[in-house]
């Protein structure tokens, strides 16, 4: 379904991906972890055409993202829902507004049919009844399960998740996690999330992929990264997963 091949990316003279190729069968669910900086939305970005690699391409149902032009990227990215970092609402908008965003761009659905499927998808993440609310009168949760709503509104095939349960408090991050898990089980998508919450990648992971100085250092089950003898895997799982690439390699964020 999704496959990242041979994939490389600079920025200026800093490599961030060196030769990475990571493969996401139907129906499951990737994570990606590593540390701050060390290119996990770098390489969300590229799945969605957002950014092209330097080398390497990467093949969504299999079509080559970086060979599209704009307009073909806009046609595959019908069957791509992406929930940002920090949900990236429009504030201007509601929240029928905000869901029916993609639906408005992309299809030609009556309002009749926009708020049927505003109504469908809001329920599925547990918001009945908000349509008229204005993204600043919500939780940092419900808003993350707005920009999911909005994600899903086309009934994509794939859904990339950007930090998902950032900045949420581990009750919301459960809630976000076992969403994440009912929309697998329930619509059958691929999926690929990248998270620095450990928790929630052995909840909802089918297979985690650990990024580490530009490479994948570890992909396999939940278990096995549990288990993985590798030094460099083990402490970044136990709970110094937080330290920042970007002090490795001279960068300027973290
Ligand atoms: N457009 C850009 N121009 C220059 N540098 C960039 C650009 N995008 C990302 N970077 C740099 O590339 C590195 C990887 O960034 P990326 O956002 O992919 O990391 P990440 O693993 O998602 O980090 P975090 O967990 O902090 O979000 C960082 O050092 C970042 O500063």
Same mark, same amino acid.
């Given at each position: ?148 709503? %909005?994600? +899903?509104?086309?009934?994509? =095939? #794939?859904?990339?998740? *950007?930090? &998902? $349960? ?50 994948? %250092?570890? +992909?396999?089950?939940?278990? =096995? #990264?549990?288990?993985? *003898?590798? &030094? $460099? ?22």
């Amino acid at each position: 379904m999704i496959s990242v091949e041979h994939v490389s990316k600079s920025f200026g003279t800093r490599q961030i991906l060196r030769d990475v190729s990571l493969s996401v069968g139907k129906g499951e669910t990737m994570v990606i972890l590593g540390a701050s900086g060390s290119g996990k939305s770098t390489l969300l970005k590229m799945i969605i055409g957002l950014l092209r690699p330097d080398s390497g391409r990467v093949m969504v149902n299999g079509q080559d993202i970086t060979r599209m032009n704009e307009d073909e990227l806009n046609r595959e990215r019908i069957h791509m829902g992406m929930v940002f970092q920090y949900s990236a609402l429009f504030d201007s908008m509601s929240v029928r507004e905000n869901v029916a965003f993609g639906l408005r761009h992309h299809g030609h659905f009556s309002e009749a049919e926009i708020d049927s499927i505003v109504r469908e998808k809001l329920h599925l993440v547990g918001l009945d009844g908000t349509e008229s609310l204005m993204p600043a009168s919500l939780s940092g949760g419900m808003k993350k399960r707005v920009s999911l709503a %909005r994600a +899903i509104a086309l009934n994509p =095939e #794939i859904i990339l998740y *950007d930090e &998902p $349960t950032a900045g949420l408090d581990p009750i919301r991050s459960t809630d976000i996690s076992a969403l994440i898990k009912r929309m697998q089980e329930t619509m059958h998508v691929t999926s690929v999330v990248v998270t620095h919450d450990l928790k929630s990648a052995y909840y909802v992971a089918d297979r985690i992929a650990f990024l580490y100085k530009g490479q994948f %250092r570890f +992909i396999g089950k939940p278990e =096995e #990264i549990r288990n993985s *003898d590798d &030094p $460099t895997v083990q402490q970044f799982i136990q709970g110094r997963g937080s330290l920042t690439e970007d002090s490795h390699t001279g960068g300027d964020r973290g």
